[in-house]
T-cell receptor, first 112, second 109 residues
Framework: NAGVTQTPKFRVLKTGQSMTLLCAQDMNHEYMYWYRQDPGMGLRLIHYSVGEGTTAKGEVPDGYNVSRLKKQNFLLGLESAAPSQTSVYFC???????????FGPGTRLTVT | GIQVEQSPPDLILQEGANSTLRCNFSDSVNNLQWFHQNPWGQLINLFYIPSGTKQNGRLSATTVATERYSLLYISSSQTTDSGVYFCAVEEGSQGNLIFGKGTKLSVKP
């Protein structure tokens, strides 16, 4: 039981490049989330999903897109990376709203 | 939206000391979690505690939902307790967690 895993762990992009971050969970959770953490701050919600085939915007969605084609996977895409998207990205999942959220190990992204 | 405030922002302890971290929130919540972010950046679930009291070894937490605060107690602190402690509460019914800015704890040997 791996819990929540994230791929890749580290990535460096040039401004304007695109990439996709993959989150996978093996707990059969309905809800999945993408957060970003900037230095000295708590996490902020980017997008979330309340079930397979659904997505919704969080607090800071601009510049990101997401997809949840399979229940166990939640993808975060950056179409045209900007230096302001340099951050650590965390994925999380929960059984339902109001239940405990479990976090992945994070992806450290640097955009130069 | 809901506001989450943590105090103190920084805390330095000698090994073996006890401490209390506080989390205030501005509205009623149906989910509150405490996390420890270790120096390697990993987020570790400490407690899921929307109300009541829980204990896990040297750590315990109490949430008084009616008064909109939660407390995290660390007893007999160890150097491995160092890191940032976050409180997060759920806003609305979609499971979105709103994080406080954290308390940075440094435990000196």
């Amino acid at each position: 039981n791996a819990g929540v895993t994230q791929t890749p762990k580290f990535r460096v992009l040039k401004t304007g490049q695109s990439m996709t971050l993959l989150c996978a969970q093996d707990m059969n959770h309905e809800y999945m989330y993408w957060y970003r953490q900037d230095p000295g701050m708590g996490l902020r919600l980017i997008h979330y999903s309340v079930g397979e085939g659904t997505t919704a915007k969080g607090e800071v969605p601009d510049g990101y897109n997401v997809s949840r084609l399979k229940k166990q996977n939640f993808l975060l895409g950056l179409e045209s990376a900007a230096p302001s998207q340099t951050s650590v990205y965390f994925c999380a999942s929960s059984y339902w709203d109001g239940y405990e959220q479990y976090f992945g190990p994070g992806t450290r992204l640097t955009v130069t | 939206g809901i506001q989450v405030e943590q105090s103190p922002p920084d805390l330095i302890l000698q090994e073996g000391a006890n401490s209390t971290l506080r989390c205030n929130f501005s509205d009623s919540v149906n989910n509150l979690q405490w996390f420890h972010q270790n120096p390697w950046g990993q987020l570790i679930n400490l407690f899921y505690i929307p109300s009541g009291t829980k204990q896990n070894g040297r750590l315990s937490a109490t949430t008084v939902a009616t008064e909109r605060y939660s407390l995290l107690y660390i007893s007999s602190s160890q150097t491995t307790d160092s890191g940032v402690y976050f409180c997060a509460v759920e806003e609305g019914s979609q499971g979105n967690l709103i994080f406080g800015k954290g308390t940075k704890l440094s435990v000196k040997p």
